[in-house]
Structures are given as C-alpha cells and as structure tokens.
Antibody, heavy 119, light 106 residues
C-alpha cells in the first residue's frame, strides 16, 4: 500500500523558515517524480513544486521560486520542501503527492501538514 | 495555463446526471486530470489523460475532451459523490488546477 506521511508543519513568523518532509513507503520511491501541492484555508488547490526521479530536475510555481527548495533522499525514501522567507499567503495545508506513470496525474497523496505564517 | 471550471457550485439530487466543464487558456492535448476532494481529506484521483478512469473509481464517473475543453460527467449521483471537484493540467509547468466545483445536495 502506498503511504505518504508529511511532517514539519507549524506556526512560523513572517520572514521565517520551515522544512517539510514527506516519508514514502509501499512503492519504489526512486521510480517516481514527487510533487508538493498546497491548499489555503477554505481555498482551492495550488501546485507548488516537483522533483524528478533522480533529483536532477526541479520545477516551481512562480510565487515560491527563489524562496522554496524541493529535494529528495532516495536512501531515506523521502522528499522535503525547504521554505524560506515565508509570507502570510503561504499559510496552507501542504500535501506531498506521487506523480503517476508518465506524470499524467497525482495518483497518491499524503494527509497534509498545516503551515501557518503569522506574527 | 489557466483552468476555468464551470459551474463553481452546483446543486443536484441523488440519481441526477451531472457535468462539470474545465476550459484551458491554451491547448493542453489530453494532459488533464480530475480529482474529488471531501472536507478535511486530500484529493482523490478520478480521471487522468482526460478520459482514463483511475483504478477503483466507479464507472459512473467519466471524462472527455482534448485541447482546451474538457468535461467530467457523473452519470447517476450517489450520496458519497457530494464533494468538490478539481481539474488539473499536467501539460506544462507550472502545473495548475481549476478553482474547483462544489457539488451540493439539492
């Protein structure tokens, strides 16, 4: 069974940093691209970033490029999202998701971790 | 690429046939997926490549379209289908979602 478990969320002040992690199990992690998607309270879904199977390619939505960094550790079957210079508008539940074959979909999702940016 | 879903909300009854539309601001071939999300839960994949049903998803769900216009159809609404539905394009970066369609019980 595919499992994705996010951790690292919490309350942080504007301008602060936070590192989210996603532990993957139940599948061969090195064979899949991984994405992060966020959802602000009461709002819709926003794709944030993804990373290639071997970590050689990374893509970001414009609103986080230069502030967020996605990474992965195949030895630990995990992906991380380092978030710097956080803003109030980054407040959201952050989901880790597995991209399906040929990146045609996000076929498995974690339960999410809440990040609140507030003073 | 901007995705616009219509309607934004919809009231329907059990047994109704429902169609949700997703329009892309530029052509995305068939690189479109549909998700269902219930309150407090992560999204669940329903359809990918515009019309391919994800394993385990009931056959009352179907998708169609290509290019810039896509539809999600639920042939006969069941009580568990009342949720919010999102389309997503995976044709080019940054991937993007539609704003969502909330399906409510009439």
């Amino acid at each position: 069974e595919v499992q994705l478990v996010e951790s690292g969320g919490g309350l942080v002040q504007p301008g602060g940093s936070l590192r989210l992690s996603c532990a993957a199990s139940g599948f061969t992690f090195r064979n899949y691209w991984m994405s992060w998607v966020r959802q602000a309270p009461g709002k819709g879904l926003e794709w944030v970033a993804n990373i290639k199977k071997d970590g050689s390619e990374k893509y970001y939505v414009d609103s986080v490029r230069g502030r967020f960094t996605i990474s992965r550790d195949s030895a630990k079957n995990s992906t991380s999202l380092q978030m710097n210079n956080l803003r109030a508008e980054d407040t959201a539940v952050y989901y880790c998701a597995r991209e399906g074959p040929a990146s045609l979909n996000l076929d498995s999702w974690g339960q999410g971790t809440l990040v609140t940016v507030s003073s | 690429i901007q995705l616009t879903q219509s309607p934004s909300s919809l009231s329907a009854s059990v047994g109704d046939r429902v169609t949700i539309t997703c329009r892309a601001s530029q052509g995305i071939s068939i690189y479109l997926a549909w998700y269902q999300q219930k309150p407090g839960k992560p999204p669940n994949l329903l359809i990918f490549a515009a019309s391919t049903l994800q394993s385990g998803v009931p056959s009352r769900f179907s998708g169609s379209g290509s290019g810039t216009e896509f539809t999600l159809t639920i042939s006969s609404l069941q009580p568990e289908d009342f949720a919010t539905y999102y389309c997503q394009q995976l044709n080019s970066y940054p991937y993007s979602f539609g704003q969502g369609t909330k399906l409510e019980i009439k």
